[in-house]
């Protein structure tokens, strides 16, 4: 494994193991619903470098949040995160892809929060697929940093209702 990977996966690590102490669970107080927006990722003199989507599905109890963002050169970053909101909200699985030459290797991760199973799977340096697995014990508040809960509300930006 390389030097960025082990540190990104010990950073992943600490953030989780940090909030640890401090972990409780995140009441639901307002219940996250259906929505679908179209995105694009720029530069900061806003050039276009990747049109994006994201939908968000509530079936029963659970949400599920989709983001992809599609890149000029091919390359595609995309997240699923799954999480439940009765009665507080908690991380059920994650899984992100990215692939294609904005990203030098191409990386699987997925994290499935109720057995605290991580698995990355990466090309390494030598063009060899590579599989690592990691228990972590994940704070029942993990879903704080895994899920985007932003919203722009249409009367604030001048549309119509």
Known sequence: MSASRIFAVLMVGALFNAARPLAEPVATRHTEG??????ALRTLDGTV???????QVLRG??????LVFRFKDG?????????SQRGDL?????????????????TDMTIDA???EVVVRYINDHG?????AEHLDLPPDVINGMAPMWRIEPAS?????
């Open 34 to 39: 259906t929505n679908h927006g179209l995105l």
């Open 49 to 55: 470098l990747a049109s994006g989507e994201q939908t």
């Open 61 to 66: 109890g659970q949400v599920t949040m989709h």
């Open 75 to 83: 390359s595609v970053d995309e997240e699923r995160t799954i999480f």
């Open 90 to 106: 908690r991380l059920i699985t994650y899984h992100l892809v990215q692939k294609g030459p904005s990203f030098p290797r191409p």
């Open 114 to 116: 109720r057995s605290g």
């Open 128 to 132: 060899q697929s590579k599989t690592d």
């Open 157 to 161: 930006i001048g549309w119509p209702l």
